[in-house]
């Protein structure tokens, strides 16, 4: 939805915006290929061609969230469709309605055999095989693809963020209050310094990572995205790691307790190490931009 | 099994045994209690009163591996015999028959909403509610189950500490495999720093973790769990979170699909985070050994 | 001086304010004992008696800063005055003027046989042998040493983390400015990823902390000491460790050259883990306030 | 001398080999530079050309070991003799006479403003300015100071991880007798967590580091360097940053007196970050081993 307020057209919006925003309809974003390292989105091999008056759309893609609720009217395409031009300008972005013939859902995907909790839905595998779409339901225009990726990756997912930031704070008062009920080796967890020492790091480590989220999002209201840049990219680096360590003390602290469904802990553990695969790309971020701009 | 062939007497042998080698039947081990941080075996409540003859069992417990397999034929049952004795002979052990009256499965245990490759058959949550078993359903004698636990635990859980290794090894020819055959920013993986430093370090761990695995049973081999006891705890200590190391680089190598059920990461992911809960309590006997043996 | 502007009595600072703020005289503070572990400062065993109208102090110091520079004319002494008062009332504080006879220099202590940049004038090991001091030198009055020392502390001791944080930036600099002026196993140092990872990991870090000193700074402006006290003691346990590792990593991109007297990097290592040496208390400190206040 | 006993000629063992096994006279070895990153060899830089029958050697050295001590008779020196050579063939080495006109000894290396108690004798800075050496002064042949790099540092080099581990085993019994005498917080430290959390990490981490050593070695003298050429690498990787952490664990445990003279760890600590110093390089061998031969 952001990005059909940012990025469409005045027709675009008009058929798309309303039944979405009234929850009517949903979209999905089918960006990720089995056969590339997506992390890096020049990466995306889906072809693009345009054919009478169409783009033909062929291309394989998983772990499209939301793609198997059947209230899922639209996709957004993320595929090739100039291989020679500059490598950040090959890719381009389509609305395709999720009617449109040759959309094949192949399986859902399970995670450790279960949904994960961070989305909600599941997630798809999904084989598009000549899927025709008209010309006009390009976004922004042929190559812009990776231009728009970066607008709504650097403004939508910083969510993710404060949300791991009230997930971790849950956490730590879960921990406290189970180290405040439990005995072992003779002492209460709230005088033994493993303990102690766990509750201490993960106060810490939560609240430095709220204070860089807040001066993330008040950059982006004063400045925009593109001042904040730095700021983005070092927020998504540092929450998951974060929340996943905070989640990690608690489980132990909880024992097998921690780990059965009478707890949320074992389903935040694992839907944060889905967040964390992205670690690397934004260590990447922020050190190219510290490299550029800071010195 | 093993706890039997050690402690049990003719008649239970006789009685028990052979089913259980031909594998007609099963048997399980109910020790953790909900109420109490059972990792410290002292804190285990359940009641054990003798009455007529017989001894009367109430108690709850949970986590009871395999105890859901309709195969399950018997009960290893943990509890207090005698509240006032000196802590660690307030314990005794039992063979409880699975047809005795007042086992009252109350549910089965689901970890992250799925079930757990590390452990065959699920676990249970069981009430024994006037559970009687006759006098010499005992193993041992009464006030001996801290010594059998000790005993059996020495020598028995030494296994999943080699299939750790194994499990590791085989996580790490799957991220070779991985970094082979994949590119991310202009570049193979497997010539990327990042990568290379993730398989050194996870080779160095297995390969240090195999040298004191293979120590400990050899010492145990030719000296007994008596003077291999820092070994054995030193390899627990160690092996547990050696693997979820290893395994956590490589779902990183692998992206999303490290989590996805095309590939076993994600399960040993969730099955040794279980494992890592004894953590501190292995580093703990390690620590006590040390200072009082070695210095 | 901000323990005596805070404390002192109006004729103790008419003596030793003026002197000391124009920097003809320089004051040493006497706490730290060889023989109990005195982070813990209600281990500290000085003692302290009354007699004829003069309190009389005898005790063992070392790690005294300044009292080796020529200029220092005054020791702020903590000793116990009664060891049967409740534990925190059982140490006062006293103005001891340098030329009291009874105070003996048993050597400078050296570290890693230098001298520290951290601090100035080096630090000596004292003993202080029946040295009477009259009794209006006592600060504040008898037994609430302590409650000096935790009101100095949580204003004083902030100012080192500010300069780590600016000494983590030099040291980020100088890291990066390597990173782009050398070539390693065929690839400027600025492309390989381990590096990209440090310098992101270092610039995350930094960041983080500076915003926590930032907070801390500004609640202890607007509010004060008591309620700041968690952010002092967060600030506290987080800067020293943050500068630790930002500087490993630089001494790491150096290679030799990073810990020859050519670079600050060597000086900073050490300097460094002086400070860190505290690291358990203040993690002690956030964990029981974050469970006393906020749960 | 390993090095002159493995790759020397008859004449050249003849002339030095005696002196220097009688102690008479040292060797130095000069291949580190200032200009380059000199971890990777091939990046080595001075010239070494040939002419009217002699070799005329021009460089840039520093962190030559021993080269300050007047007994030093002898200088192994790493330099370019064909730039145009495939990159590994590139390097010769010679043997220089001290004692031969333009070498420079520019300074004394100093580290953390001390010398360090790992080398002995210091370390110098030194210009070799058209420094003649007789052409039968090359050791090998033209082009194969790198083949002699790797058969040298793979034999040689494993003594100080053996060194290491014995500095471990010390600090570790250090450790525990601190841990012992010391009370904080009103309870002696060997009661405490985090203190016996340190102690056990520690005993592990020894204990399979000195495998890994004694697997190492034990392969080098039954199957010979190059089968061990992984394990070699392994253990050079593990335990400099192994020490490092036994290390600063018990400097933490002693408080400020653990970084006095009084006690070694200081020495210990400084010492051990040289040799960590070469991680990287050390990883790299590993993975690429790895990489190659495992899968």
Not at 13 to 42: H, N
Not at 144 to 167: T, V
């Amino acid at each position: 939805m952001e990005l059909l307020v940012r990025y469409g057209t005045e027709e675009q919006k008009a058929r798309w915006l309303i039944p979405l925003l009234e929850g009517k309809a949903r979209s999905c974003f089918a960006m990720t290929e089995p056969q590339v390292a997506s992390s890096d989105a020049t990466n995306i091999e889906s072809s693009i061609r345009e054919e009478d008056g169409f783009y033909v759309i062929n291309g394989h893609k998983w772990w499209i969230t939301g793609i198997l609720d059947p209230r899922c009217q639209l996709c957004v395409f993320m595929g090739k469709t100039d291989p020679h031009a500059p490598r950040h300008q090959q890719q381009s972005m389509f609305l395709v309605p999720m009617d449109t013939p040759g959309i094949k859902i192949i399986r859902p995907l399970r995670v450790y055999g279960g949904t994960l909790w961070v989305f909600s839905g599941g997630h798809g595998e999904v084989l598009f095989e000549q899927v025709r779409v008209p010309k006009e339901n390009i976004i922004l225009g042929p190559g812009r693809g990776f231009e728009i990726l970066l607008g709504r990756l650097g403004s939508g997912r910083i969510h993710h963020c404060m949300r791991l930031i009230g997930c971790s704070e849950r956490v730590l008062a879960l921990m406290k209050a189970r180290a405040k009920s439990r005995v072992a080796f003779g002492k209460p967890l709230v005088e033994q310094g493993m303990v102690l020492a766990d509750i201490a790091l993960s106060r810490v480590e939560i609240e430095q990572a709220r204070l860089l989220v807040l001066k993330a999002a008040h950059v982006m209201d004063v400045a925009g995205n593109k001042v904040g840049a730095l700021d983005i990219a070092m927020i998504k680096m540092v929450a998951p790691s974060m929340a996943s360590r905070v989640i990690d003390r608690a489980i132990q602290v909880f024992g097998a307790a921690g780990l059965s469904s009478d707890h949320p802990l074992a389903q935040f553990f694992v839907g944060v190490r889905v967040l964390r695969l992205a670690d690397q790309m934004h260590q990447r971020s922020v050190a190219k931009m510290e490299l550029k701009h800071r010195s």
